[in-house]
């Protein structure tokens, strides 16, 4: 019987073969060179992860003990919300000297585990983590690794974790009262993931707008939603077909927004004369829609730069004290919403 090999032995032609690519685009793809196809990047990098190949970038900079190589673990890469974060992100980086490691893990649990796992041996000298659907999984192993990480836009597990937030119960209190002071008494929510906590507070925001008010909370005005476009134009779709539908919508962010503006549309209704639309982020895409959506403004780009400034001092500095930041937001009155009609 073969003895099976240790992940030493394992070479970057093993994974080349496992992955069905070139040894040479592995080697890319190992030393972080952007010419690589982002598919092509995925299935190398699943590969490397079921070999238990461990590639040591730390040998670049044998002086300094680094690789000077920042790794990015994101949901995906096509919002606008996640381009506004990247670009704070790399603006750090670039002035710093650091390299960008970027995965996207298209919200799949096992990837998420396997990327932070393979880039914590050696791949990177720190985590930049935007969003992470279970962090339990392995923040635990970072800490005891010493391994330094921050969090973007999601609390962690423990008091020790770093992270960069926004203040997202405040903000779906202000959203949910805007709607409110316009005259509406009907309001429906359509949510993000209920696994974000992110989410969850915005929820909380809104609910307490709705009892500080003395309105009642009604579950049926709630719609789970995915913070998909898809998913805002489902929910859009649910909420007016309710025997009483609401007047007004409060999508937890931008993109469910516009999904629940096509939903209106496609329905011979009009926005805001029929039911106004509130959003969340504020990302370009709310002055390109007609009309222009009211939303949140979430401090994307600084949210990144932020944590990125964070993430270096702790890599270099490990030694000083830090907190975790929550950044303030601000409403944003466009055209997509005015007072219900009559």
Known sequence: MARKRTSNEITIVDVADEAGVSYSTVSRVVNNKTYVKPETRARVVEAMARLGYQANLQARSLASGRSNVIGLLVTELTTQYMGEIVSGIEEVLTANQYELMLYTTHRQKTKESAYINMMARGLADGLLIVLPREPEAYLRSLRQRNFPYVL???FGIDDSDLSVTSANREAGYVATKHLIDLGHRRIGLITGWLDMISADHRIAGYRAALADH?????????????????????????????????????ASNDISAVGAMDAVRGRGMKVPLDISIIGFDDIPLTTVVTPH????????????????????????????????????????????TAPPRG
Do not use: C, H, W
């Open 152 to 154: 973007i836009d999601q």
């Open 214 to 250: 003395n309105l009642p909370f009604d579950k049926s005005l709630v719609y789970t939603g995915d913070f998909t476009q898809t998913g805002g134009f489902l929910g859009a779709g649910y909420l007016l077909d309710l025997p009483q539908p609401p007047t007004a919508i409060f």
């Open 293 to 336: 959506l009211t939303t949140i403004r979430q401090p994307l780009t600084e949210m990144g730069s932020l944590a990125t400034r964070m993430l270096i001092n702790l890599i270099q500095k490990p030694e000083e004290s830090q907190q975790s930041v929550i950044l303030p937001t601000s409403l944003v009155i466009r055209g997509s």
